[in-house]
């Protein structure tokens, strides 16, 4: 026990209200991660990119330092005060963005790259307004509607196998894997299409790899030859014929 006027001791735990405080930080980021991901995204593509060239002006790296800090305040902020944390979000965020890219003038584009940065900074900022549309409000449930029909809960049909959270997890980052190696192509004629199969790369991989971890532990029985080699038809056929394409134009170049 510390007398009343001894120090803290330096290796005593935080506060608990600390400890509250930090978590509740997190779990806002958290909750809001469909806007910060996207967002964050597309401020370093095409904010905080071309603010780094040579030649630009420091009052265009201050307003993108000012985009970045509104875009972080405003999950942190929604929950307390919405109107302020969204007006953080969408007027501060984009507004420091447009400012940044008007401060940046005829250096906004400097080299082959930056048409490629620009389609998918426009992507992530297609995401990021989606992601600030109406949301259900914290600890209300669908059951608490009027219009609701009460019954018995539906109990699930099965538990998730204990693996499939880290065969989910190693899915998502195979699926990163093409969106990295898509940056190794320099051919701005190449680079577009290279990240566009990567992205649909990706989706097909968390698609597919979705339905693997669910099914994990599930006894399914195993459909007969006939029906697989139907089944797989008209994939085949198309495969057939993007070869079929490929060798002639190879044929003919």
Do not use: K
Not at 21 to 33: C, F, K, P, T, Y
Not at 98 to 110: A, I, K, N, R
Not at 140 to 152: M, R, T, Y
Request: proline share 10%; charged share 10%.
């Amino acid at each position: 026990m510390s007398e009343p006027g001894e120090a803290p001791h330096p290796l005593r735990p935080p506060s608990p209200a600390f400890v509250s405080n930090g978590q509740s930080a997190l779990g806002s980021l958290r909750d809001r991660a469909n806007t910060l991901l996207p967002g964050l995204y597309a401020w370093v593509t095409t904010v905080l990119l071309p603010s780094l060239n040579h030649g630009a002006p420091n009052s265009a790296r201050f307003t993108a330092l000012l985009a970045l800090l509104a875009l972080l305040a405003a999950p942190l902020l929604v929950s307390a005060r919405p109107a302020l944390g969204r007006a953080l979000g969408i007027f501060g965020f984009i507004g420091c963005s447009l400012l940044t890219w008007l401060l940046l003038g005829p250096g906004l584009v400097q080299n082959p790259g930056d048409p490629l940065l620009s389609a998918l900074g426009a992507v992530a900022f297609t995401l990021y307004a989606l992601g600030w549309g109406s949301q259900r409000r914290r600890g209300v449930v669908p059951e608490d509607a009027p219009n609701v029909i009460l019954g018995a809960p539906l109990l699930p049909r099965s538990r998730p196998h204990p693996i499939a959270p880290f065969v989910f997890g190693l899915v998502i980052a195979s699926a990163l894997v093409p969106i990295f190696l898509a940056f190794r192509v320099a051919e701005p004629e190449r680079s577009l299409f290279a990240h566009a199969a990567a992205v649909l790369a990706a989706i097909l991989t968390i698609t597919v790899g979705a339905r693997v971890a669910t099914s994990l532990g599930q006894r399914r029985p195993f459909p007969a030859s006939a029906e697989r080699l139907n089944a797989a038809a008209v994939p085949l056929a198309l495969s057939a014929l993007l070869f079929g394409l490929g060798f002639l134009w190879l044929v003919v170049r």
